[in-house]
C-alpha cells in the first residue's frame, strides 16, 4: 500500500490489525491507557473515515483510537495523492484546541511524525453527531460546548488575543496544509458552479437547478467572494471542516474531531460549517418523517440550535474580547479612556455584523456543495425517496443562494431561520 | 559594534570603509562591476539610511551600492535591536520584484545571508525623489513607473495570478519580518493616537489637534479596522514602506529601493503610501513658497500625480486581470459564458472600489504619522518657520481625519484631490 499515491519517508508503512498491536506496546502512554498486556488487546478497523486508516483499540483498562494517514484519500484510492502531513497538521491543531478549548477535543495519547499516526483517547459511548440528528436525537448541551469550542479557539488565535509575531509564527506553521485547503478550495468554492467530474446530484429532479446555478453570475461571483476570502483572510486558526460529522457527543458530552483541515482562515468559514450543516439536517427532517416518527419538534429543536449557535457564539466571542484582549489588534491603550471605551463597544458590534455576514455566506456555500457536489450527507442521501430527497434539496439549495448573493438582507440569525421555514412552506 | 543589539551570527560583522573592498574582491559579480583593481576602488559610507550601514563605492568601470544590516536600528541605537534577517527579507523582495516588475528595482549583484549584506547597481545620476520634490522638479515619468511597480507586484503575488499553494509558501517566506512589522503596527497605527515617548510634534502649534486626535473614538476605531487589516489579511507581497524616499529618480528613470518590510498583507497599504507621500508634499509646498519661487503649478502637478497614481493602477491592475488571471480566485472557469463576464466584470469594479477605501484609509494613518508620530518627513520638517510648517501640518492633517474617518464619502480619486485643495483653503 505505502508505493500508492504520494511518496512516503522511510520508515512509514500502514498499520494492520495485525501489526497495531506490538507498535502501541512500545508506546507508555498508549499501554497504560489499555491495561493488560499486548495479547488482551482487540483491535478493529473501522474505516468510517474518507481520508484515513481509523482503528479503535480495546484492552483491560480502556480503549483508544488511532488514526492513520494514507498517501492518497482513502474513498477514491491511490489516484487521488494526498500528503502524510496532514496528520502533522492535525495533531498541532488538536494541540491548540485542547489549550484553549479544554474538554472539548479527544485527548492525544501518541503521535509518530513519521507513521502520520495519531493516538487518541477512545470516545465513548459517543456517537457521531450527524448519525443522531438523523435519528431526530436532541443534543441539550451541543449549543453551549460548540460555541465554546468556537469562540475560544478562534478568539484565542486571532489578532485580538495574539502578539503579531506569535500569530505570524503560528500562520507559518500552519501554511504548508495547502492539499488539504485545496480540497476545501475546489470542492466547496468552485465545482459546483461548474460541470466537474466529481458532481452528483438527485437526478432528473435538480437538473434544472443544478444548470441553473451554474449560468447565474451573481452566485458565482458571491461565491467566488468567500473563496478570495478562504485564501487571503489569516484570521484565526480554522478547524477547517466543523460539520455535525466531525463531531461526537452523548446526551452530555460533545467532541470535536478531525481537524486535519486546519489552517488559518477566516472564522466565519468555521461558524457557517455548524449553521450549514443543522440547517440541512433541518430541511432533512421531511424526508424522514413517517406518520408515527413526525419529526416538526425536531426541528423546531433543530432551528433554535441554529439561533443559539450564532447568539451564544457572539455572546461569548464578546465576552473575551472584553476580557481578554492581549492581541496587537484594536490596542487597549488606545480605548480605555474617554471616548474610548463607547467608540469601541459600537465598533464591536460591527465587527459582528461582518463576522455575521461572513457566517452566513460560508453555511450557504456548504450547503450548496453537499447537494451538487461530490461529498454529500447522510442526512439527505439516506431519504431513499428521490422524489422527497429533490424536495428537501431543493429548499436548501433556494434558502442557500438567497443567503448568499442578498447577504445583507439578514440582519440577524432568526431573520435565517425564518427563511428557513419560509423556504420549506415556499417548495 | 557586533556585540550591541541583537545576537549577531557566527562570522557576522559590520564591513567599514577599510575592510569592504577586500570583501568585494571576493564577489565576481561585484569585481567586474567596478572593474580595475582593489587598490582604485573608493568607498564611502554614505550612511543616510536610518536603519543600516549604507556604501557607495566607486571603480574605473562603475559603481556599486552596499547596504548591510545592523542587528540594531542605526538612528537609535543598540537601545532599539532589530533583527539581521530584514537583508534577508530585502533581497528575496527584491527578487520579487525584479521578477514582476523588471527595470524598476535596482539590479542586486550580491548577497551574503551571514554579513546581512547586498550589493547592488549604483543608481547614479538618481537622487531620492523626496529631495527633488522638495525643489518642485517634475518627474514626468514618476506616475507611469509607479504604478506598473504596484500593479506588477501586487497583481502577480496574489491570490489573482497565483494557485493558492504558490501564495502560501510565499506567505510563509515572509512570515518572519515581524519585527519590521512592529515597528509598522506601533509608529503608524498605534503611537501617533495616544500619549508615546517616541512621539514628536510642532510644538505648542499642533499641541491641540493631536489631544484632540488622541481623544477622538471614531478616529482611534478607524485606525484600528485598518491596523487589523494589516495584521490579517496577506493579500499580495507588500513593498511595505512605499514612500518618495523609498523611490530614486532622474527625470527619466524611476526606481523603487529599500523593500526591508515587505511580508504579505493588504495591497491599499503600498497604495496608500504612496498617495499619503505625495499629498504630504502637496501641504508642504506652502511652506516653501517664496515671492520668487511660487509653488502652485507644483502643486497642480502634484495633485495630478495623486490622480494618475491611483487611476493608472487601477487600469494596470485590471487589464492584468483580464489578461494574467492565472490565480486560484475568481476561477477563470466559472466566468467565460453566458452571464458569466458581465458579472466578473462588476465585481471587478467593486473589488477596485474596496481597493481604493483600503488605499485612502491607509493613506490616510500614514499622513498622521508622519506629522504626529516618531518618523518625519523632511517636506515638512525643512519649513523653518514652525507657523507656516504648522499651518501645512493641520491641513494635512485634518484631510487625513476625514478621509479615514468618512471614506465611504470618497468615491474616486478626485474627491481625495479636490477635498485637498479644500483644505488648503479652509485652513
Known sequence: MADKGLPVPEGYAPKDEDSLPAYLAGAPAVAARLG????????????????????????????????????????VGESWPLPLSRAHFEQMALATQAKHAPGLVPEVLHYDETLALIVMELLQPHIIMRQGMIKAIRYPGF???????????LFHTSDLALPADEKKAAIAAFC????????????????????AENNRWTTPQLDGIAHEFREDGALKVAVSRLKLKFLSEAQALLHGDLHTGSVMVTESDTRVIDPEFAFYGPMGFDIGAVIANLLINYFSQDGHAKPGDPREDYQTWVLEAVEGCWNEFRRKFLALWRDRAAGD?????????????????????????????????????????RILGLAHNIDLEWIEDPGARALCETRCLRLARDLMVNTENYRSIEAVTAAARKARDAY
Not at 176 to 195: Q, R, V
Request: aromatic letters at 10%.
Open 36 to 75: 493488560g498486556a499486548q495479547a488482551d488487546w482487540r483491535v478493529r478497523e473501522v474505516g468510517d473515515g474518507n481520508l484515513n486508516l481509523v482503528f479503535i483499540v480495546d484492552g483491560p483498562a480502556g480503549g483508544v483510537a488511532v488514526k492513520q494517514a494514507l498517501p492518497y484519500v482513502r474513498l
Open 329 to 369: 489588534a484594536y490596542p487597549h491603550i488606545l480605548f480605555t479612556a474617554g471616548a474610548g471605551p463607547e467608540a469601541l463597544r459600537a465598533e464591536q458590534e460591527v465587527y459582528m455584523d461582518r463576522l455575521f455576514a461572513d457566517s452566513i455566506g460560508f453555511a450557504a456555500a456548504k450547503m450548496i456543495r
Open 143 to 153: 449549543v453551549e460546548a460548540i460555541t465554546d469550542f468556537m469562540a475560544r479557539t
Open 176 to 195: 504548508g496544509n495547502t492539499a488539504l485547503c485545496k480540497i476545501t478550495e475546489d470542492l466547496i468554492f468552485t465545482e459546483p458552479y461548474m460541470i
